[in-house]
């Protein structure tokens, strides 16, 4: 299983970008977007579920508003799309995969590093002021 993340870059404050990141050997459920800045620990950006033929999305509370995150069904990619970027949006970002543990958990989008199985190569975001 791979996981394909693109779309990284320079941007000034207030740009807008958009990652991609595709999975290669497998669909999975949940997919989300997670980003670590220089001496940070890795924070969780956003996630979407795939769920009874359903999406479900997930926000970081600094993103909300801003970022979106979008899947047409369980087997094509993710995109990210990021409005309104700010310097403190400057981070590596990484895709991360993992299978739906709990279907009767409908609306439930993992936020936590360790619940997601798959990790994708990162691209790293600069936001300039």
């Known amino acids: 299983v791979q996981l394909q993340a693109s779309g990284g870059g320079l941007v000034q404050a207030g740009g807008s970008l958009r990652l991609s990141c595709a999975a290669s050997g497998r669909t999975f459920s949940n997919m989300g977007w997670f980003r670590q800045a220089p001496g940070k620990e890795r924070e969780f950006v956003a996630g979407?579920?795939?769920?009874?033929?359903?999406?479900?999305?997930s926000y970081a509370d600094s993103v909300k508003g801003r970022f979106t995150i979008s899947r047409d069904n369980a087997k094509n990619p993710i995109y990210l799309q990021m409005n309104n970027l700010k310097p403190e949006d400057t981070a590596v970002y990484y895709c991360?995969?993992?299978?739906?543990?709990?279907?009767?958990?409908?609306?439930?989008?993992?936020?936590?590093?360790?619940?997601?199985?798959?990790w994708g190569q990162g691209t790293l975001v600069t936001v300039s002021s």
């Open positions: 979407i579920t795939w769920n009874g033929g359903t999406s479900y999305a």
């Open positions: 991360a995969a993992g299978p739906l543990r709990n279907p009767k958990r409908y609306m439930y989008v993992p936020t936590a590093p360790a619940e997601y199985d798959y």
